[in-house]
């Protein structure tokens, strides 16, 4: 059994939380002037989805979630799954769609993904840090203003839209933070 | 992306920072106009507070003809502040930085932070509860706060709710038997979570005395006058009706080295000029230490503090 400090849970791992594996969306440590310091944690319990918070000390010790991460690309949607393939077994698996919850408009085919696995169940999708998507629709003469830099909105090929620069046109690139779903550059 | 570079990329987003401006201002107005003192004390101190759990930042000052000395970036002005009451300044309040090391860089907290304190002479806690109330009115500008999707109801009173019921009501116990180990774990699962429910900011007072460095002890001396005010689970303010012995403050000050000495942590030498201020004669007063950033926070609707700074430390030291 792997086991930690309270005091060294981090935001994006997995512990065990009552018998449960739960996944950190929070984790905050809290040094109060006078006495002890704590550990306050978010969680989404892997299983149910359910959400739920929770404070510890920082000593008490907390056991791990054992998960393990394989790289797979995306290949598509099928219904309220996800399908995803080992690109080098060719071992096909499916994934619920609310792992991936609102990142689902930066999924494009053969996108490389980091799939958790714990005790031979997928529990959560880790996306690249950012992707780079084409644009479908964009308004057409965005009436620059004043200030420098405008914005505008325009729908890229998943569906989705973005904030990106008013030099962008239909059929170019665009890189986007999976995080913030920030704009970043342009790719030629 | 930088924040600097995120507002060249959208200029509307400066004008998130004219909500601080304008916190500031307020803080201001409502103090002065109050006919307290505004204060200026140093940010770099010879000798630093001492609390157990908290850590300091050191530097080192050294002067062209080699003279060293050790250097502390303050986690609080109230040190200085003290020392300008025993001097008789009266009534007053300070906006500074303030600075605090090895601590998790979180939403509710940044290396770099903003400090409110001020002080009310002959005074206790409970009138530093009111002036927190119409600050914080003032400073939101009406009696409803929505804040993340939540709405608080801000009209007076807001609730004051003594520690030991809080505990015996919704933990079951009796705080005085509780540890100081336990104290934050049994507060935070079983009792914030009823406050909560409360739909108000409200203020938790008198601290088992354990809990109370600076402050003094109540009638019944097992409790000091100390409270802290929470919104929405967010610890806004810490205050303290003032110790003004300075015996019992140095004793304080030894249990608290002590304790660091028991947790492996750097041992500093005590404000022997702060017990010295004291014993020359401090007014009866009450103060308070409250996060600017987390005002701003919460009037700009932010859900961080990071959000609300145009260098968040994260970003700074890419954390």
Known sequence: ?188 | MRTWQRIKNDPNLINQSLIREKVIDGIRTFFKSGGFREVFTPIMVPVPSIEPNLEVFKTELRTSKGVRRDGYLIMSPEFSIKKLLAAGVGNCFEITRCFRNEEEVSFLHNPEFTMLEWYRVNADYKDIMKDFEHLFLDIIGKDKLEYQGGVYDLSLPWPRIKIADAFKKYAKRDVLEVSDADFYKIFFNEIEPELLKLGKPYFIYDYPISQASLARPCKDPRFAERFEVFLGGVELGNCFSELTDASEQKRRFEADLAERKKLGKTIYPIDTDLIDAIESGLPEVSGIAVGVDRLVMLAGDFSSIGEAQLFPGKELFDL
């Not at chain 1, 510890?56 to 598509?76: Q, S």
């Not at chain 1, 999924?107 to 880790?126: A, M, R, S």
Request: hydrophobic letters at 40%; glycine letters at 8%.
């Open chain 1, 1 to 188: 059994m792997n086991t930690i400090n309270a005091g060294n849970i981090t935001k994006g791992s997995f512990i065990i939380f009552k018998g449960a594996p739960v996944f950190i969306t929070k984790a905050e440590f809290m040094s109060p002037g006078k006495g002890s310091p704590v550990m306050r944690i978010r969680f989404r319990n892997v299983q149910t989805g359910s959400a739920g918070e929770f404070t510890y000390k920082t000593g008490e010790i907390i056991e791990v979630a054992e998960i393990e991460k394989r790289e797979m690309d995306y290949l598509y949607r099928d219904g309220e799954e996800l399908v995803f393939m080992d690109p080098k077994s060719y071992e096909q698996v499916n994934i619920p769609l609310a792992l991936v919850d609102e990142q689902f408009g930066y999924l494009t085919q053969n996108l490389k993904c980091w799939i958790v696995w714990y005790k031979g169940n997928p529990i959560g999708v880790n996306l690249p840090a950012h992707v780079t998507l084409k644009v479908v629709e964009s308004p057409d003469d965005v009436a620059g203003n004043r200030i420098n830099a405008p914005k505008k909105s325009v729908k890229l090929e998943t569906g989705i839209d973005a904030q990106v620069p008013l030099f962008i046109k239909v059929g170019e690139k665009v890189m986007l933070d999976t995080t913030t779903g920030e704009y970043l550059n342009r790719v030629k």
